[in-house]
């Protein structure tokens, strides 16, 4: 029995240790299949990768925030799911271009966007633009939250996601394709003297992704972009479709949730602005600005890092003007916000992060330093400024420089450009570049501030610069004549105007309560006075002179003889300057070329602005001074009689054989101007923009009393009984060309019997040498009304505004000039000038 016990016992002891080995046998049998479970799960998670980017070689990933991945043309992002419904910024810049105009210039209007999902797609949402509500109305703020919602821009299928499902992987490549607007817009930008792009129509055959790169909270893709261009010339459209070369770097950046305080823009205060509606009154709502600024704080200064490529006088030029803004915010109890750093040597440090401010050394063919901003949309903060310093920033000062201070200083009068003055002249371009960085915008009154004494006397200039607005399109103080450097005039711009001091106080200056208030009470308190007035782009039909490009002084008539001046100093010893042969031949080929930009873009241009001229002031009910006020007829007349005295006679172009002589075989200069309408294109250009300042002034100066006083300068040879001179008839047949063209009827007239009649002077449609040039090719007056704005923008059309009939006027002096024809005819000396004389009196028979 104790046996049979003790065999029981060994048996039951056999079947629970197989029964335990079966289960262990069992758990780890599940436990294995459950891995094997789990490891399917994570390798069908990672397969996305797989799936996407089956060719390891073809793939290239940055990771940062936001992950971006290249794999051959295509481009991927990857974002947190945590991130989706936040905001994000949208930036296109044009960082190298076929055509140096538009290098670091914006590629595109920077966009603001929300980045959503849903279980399939990832949605690219048009946020709720800028509103500005009661805030102590909690009711209306629910009211809007509950009737707007973000309209969907874009869509984009969900490819997968990460392995540990925080972020989602798509296909973003349309989106950064130049054929997106949000990348390449580049409709309405100048392209040069009087050409304007209407559109860019990106080759896709010439366009290929350079790199795509993620830095903290953004990622930028940078791609060379092939483009035809369609342009128009003064308001038609150009046959020619050239073709443009661009690097394009777009970046999306994560925008913090923490938003600035805004402060409230003013259009008498020459600020960046960013928009908004405001609804704080209930009963309508109305346009609001808010002005863009940097977020300085004593923590938080404005770190700009310099390339260390760029040589140690420059970087000490560039110092300096750095140094003279710090000055400014010093006397607003603010120290030194900006600093200048060298690129760092850590290797983490990546200078083509699109949200650091740097300074590049831009190696390419560019001669201009250039700028640009990225801004939050939301509130106006400036993110990050990029400027570029051209490696060739001597030919700039070659091309302006010399033809303005030669006379006045010795170390212009040569090729080899010291590097004292390309020193000097890159720290005032550099305070033009650190303003707009600090939310200063372009100021074009600023160089009209002052009068042609200040601008000579030492104590003056070396006290208030030469301008009240560095932020206005001039350098050189070409006011300024011999001697008068010795003496200790200041010759260039150095220093912030009162007006950009102002400004900065504007934007910077801390406010306590009643800032609304406060900030008005600053813009109106320097009323009337004219080195405080912000003057922004004017349109052609309310031109105000004082906003313009490349004047100086408030005396028109004093900066034409100066230039004038300065230009018949080049004719006369330039040619002693280029013995060397090393200098290149194109630079003395072109040198005479740019003594005609000189006389026309530089010096006819902003002084004929005056005829037809309005001066145009910000409406304030406290101000003193009207909101219209039509340039004087005593000044508009004065004008007129300056330019034809002035450009009667051009025969001192032609007095220096060797100055003809480095542009090639150049007979005369003065002929091909007169021979292609100037100054008489630039004056009837006027006369069909001279209706607003005549029905805004009391006693006007209309364009029957202007044609009269062009008609006694053109005829005064043949009304003082002596024959028409040769450059006389070249600018009758202008005039009569153009009284022609500004008729709808005698136009129709002249097109139905005209058989492909060719004009005294030559077809400037068609010469390459103006668009060479860049100055205006057509005298068509035709006008193409763009979209009206009001508050901070420029004024780009005038409502209501009809211009005024002048047809009948044309008629009657073409008649007249008929009649002083006839009798220049009588005066010719021979067949050839009774010939020409034929030929312009049958131009004007043949319409009447």
Not at 525 to 532: A, N
Not at 735 to 753: E, F, H, Q, R, W
Request: charged residues 25%.
């Amino acid at each position: 029995m104790k046996k049979l016990f003790l065999w029981l016992m060994a048996g039951l002891l056999i079947i629970g240790s197989t029964n335990e080995a079966n289960a262990r046998s069992k758990k780890k049998k599940g436990k294995a299949k459950t891995e094997q479970q789990v490891d399917s799960v994570q390798k069908k998670k990672k397969s996305v990768y797989d799936k996407l980017f089956k060719d390891k070689k073809k793939h290239t990933v940055s990771k940062g925030t936001i992950t971006i991945h290249q794999y051959d043309a295509k481009i991927y992002l990857e974002i947190p799911v945590k991130l989706m419904g936040r905001d994000f910024l949208v930036h296109s810049a044009i960082t190298g271009s076929s055509d140096i105009s538009l290098t670091g210039t914006k590629a595109a209007q920077s966009r603001y966007l929300i980045i959503d999902k849903t279980d399939s797609l990832v949605l690219f949402r048009d946020p709720k633009y800028n509103i500005r509500l009661n805030e102590e109305d909690d009711n209306q703020k629910e009211a809007f939250d509950l009737s707007r919602s973000n309209a969907i821009y874009k869509t984009f299928p969900i490819e997968g996601y990460t392995s540990d499902s925080t972020s989602v992987v798509f296909n973003a490549t349309s989106y950064f394709a130049c054929s997106n607007k949000d990348v390449l817009n580049l409709a309405g930008r100048s392209y040069g003297g009087m050409l304007t792009i209407i559109s860019a129509s990106p080759q896709s055959k010439t366009s290929f992704i350079d790199s795509a790169d993620a830095f903290d909270n953004c990622v930028s893709v940078t791609q060379n972009c092939t483009a035809k261009l369609s342009i128009s010339i003064m308001g038609f459209v150009s046959k020619e479709q050239p073709e443009l070369t661009m690097s394009v770097q777009t970046t999306l950046a994560l925008l913090a949730e923490d938003k600035m305080s805004t402060r409230e823009a003013n259009p008498r205060v020459g600020t960046g602005f960013i928009s908004y509606t405001d609804y704080r009154n209930e009963k309508r709502f109305k346009k609001g600005y808010y002005v863009t600024r940097r977020n300085i704080t004593s923590q938080q200064p404005v770190i700009f890092y310099l390339d260390t490529l760029i040589q140690d006088s420059w970087s000490q030029a560039i110092r300096k003007s750095a140094d003279e803004w710090n000055k400014v915010f010093n006397e607003l109890g603010m120290g030194e916000p900006i600093l200048i750093k060298p690129y760092e040597k850590d290797s983490t440090f990546r200078a083509n992060n699109p949200m650091i401010n740097t300074i590049a050394f831009l190696n390419n063919n560019n001669s201009e330093v250039t700028a640009y901003n990225v801004t939050d949309l939301r509130t106006g903060e400036i993110l990050s400024t990029k400027i570029g310093v051209p490696r060739d920033l001597a030919f700039s000062v070659r091309r302006n420089g010399v033809y303005q201070m030669a006379e006045v200083d010795p170390r212009f009068r040569t090729y080899y450009i010291a590097d004292g003055v390309i020193c000097e002249n890159l720290t005032a371009r550099m305070l033009k570049a650190f303003g707009l960085s600090l939310g200063l915008a372009t100021n074009l009154a600023g160089s009209a501030a002052y009068s042609p004494e200040e601008l000579r006397s030492p104590e003056f200039t070396q006290k208030y610069g030469i301008t009240a607005s560095v932020m206005d399109n001039v350098l050189y103080n070409y006011l300024a004549q011999p001697g008068d450097k010795e003496k200790g005039v200041v010759l260039i711009v150095n220093k912030p105007g009162v007006c950009d001091a102002f400004t900065l106080k504007y934007l910077y200056a801390a406010i306590g309560e009643n800032e609304s208030d406060i900030l008005k009470k600053w813009a109106m308190e320097h009323d009337g006075d004219p080195r405080y007035f912000y003057g922004k782009r004017s349109p052609a039909y309310a031109t105000d002179p004082r906003c313009q490009n490349y004047d100086l002084g408030n005396d028109p008539i004093a900066a034409l003889d100066a230039q004038i001046s300065h230009v018949k100093y080049i004719v006369k010893n330039s040619p002693d300057w280029f013995h060397d042969d090393n200098i290149p031949n194109d630079y003395r080929e072109l040198f005479p070329d740019f003594v005609i930009i000189e006389l026309i873009n530089k010096t006819l241009s902003p002084v004929s602005s005056y005829i037809g001229g309005i001066y145009i002031n910000e409406a304030n009910e406290k101000s003193s001074v009207p909101s219209y006020k039509s340039v004087p007829v005593d000044m508009q007349r004065k004008v007129l009689q300056k330019i034809f005295s002035t450009f009667y006679d051009l025969k001192w172009l032609d007095s220096n054989t060797d100055f003809l002589r480095l542009g090639g075989a150049n007979p005369e200069i003065s002929t091909w101007i007169y021979n292609n309408g100037y100054p008489m294109m630039s004056l009837m250009f006027r006369l069909m923009r001279m209706g607003l300042s005549v029905e805004k002034s009391a006693k006007p100066y209309t364009q029957e009393a202007y044609l009269n006083d062009i008609e006694k300068q053109l005829f005064k040879e043949s009304l003082n009984g002596k024959p028409l001179s040769s450059p006389m008839i070249s600018q009758i047949s202008v005039y009569i060309n153009s009284l022609k063209g500004m008729c709808p009827t005698l136009k129709a007239i002249d097109k139905a019997v005209s058989k492909g009649v060719t004009s005294l002077t030559v077809n400037e449609r068609n010469n390459h040498k103006l668009h060479m040039l860049e100055l205006p090719t057509t005298s068509s007056y035709d006008v193409t009304y763009s979209k009206v704005y009001a508050g901070m923008e420029p004024t780009n059309s005038i409502n209501f505004y009809s211009g005024t009939d002048i047809e009948a006027v044309c008629y009657d002096k073409l008649k007249s000039a008929r009649r002083h024809l006839m009798q220049a005819r009588s005066l010719a000396r021979n067949d050839i000038e009774r010939g020409k004389c034929d030929y312009l009196i049958t131009m004007i028979e043949r319409v009447l």
